[in-house]
């Protein structure tokens, strides 16, 4: 069992930076690939960005990539989300999710565990 706690998120002017952290229980979090995900209201949730349990592959959404970057540390069981150049379309809550294989997926269905989310607001 994996649980997962995201911080970080808040209210930013578009152009702005946040870094969202997601912090992990368990020993077995090095071997899991992490994602992150966002849902705006009246959207279903999509995919933004994973890593594999190695750091040596990451995938992003078009919609982010040259803005946002992933990244973890394994000795710490924490994945980190950093988020430049936000725009009001950024606008979500953005959840965390761990992938018990050795795949790096982008789709909702492949996680199987999920933080509670934590709010992205970005003013124009």
């Known amino acids: 069992q994996v649980q997962l706690v995201e911080s970080g998120g808040g209210l930013v002017q578009a152009g702005g930076s946040l870094r969202l952290s997601c912090a992990a229980s368990g020993r077995t979090f090095s071997s899991y690939a992490m994602g992150w995900f966002r849902q705006a209201p009246g959207k279903e949730r999509e995919f933004v960005a994973a890593i594999s349990w190695s750091r040596a592959i990451t995938y992003y ?8 970057f992933i990244s973890r540390d394994n000795a710490k069981n924490t994945v980190y989300l950093q988020m430049n150049s936000l725009k009001p379309e950024d606008t ?16 909702t269905y492949e996680y199987d565990y999920w933080g509670q989310g934590t709010q992205v607001t970005v003013s124009s």
Do not use: P
Request: hydrophobic share 45%.
């Open 92 to 107: 979500a809550v953005y959840y965390c999710a761990a992938e018990a294989s050795s795949r790096v997926g982008v789709f």
């Open 61 to 68: 959404a078009d919609s982010v990539k040259g803005r946002f």
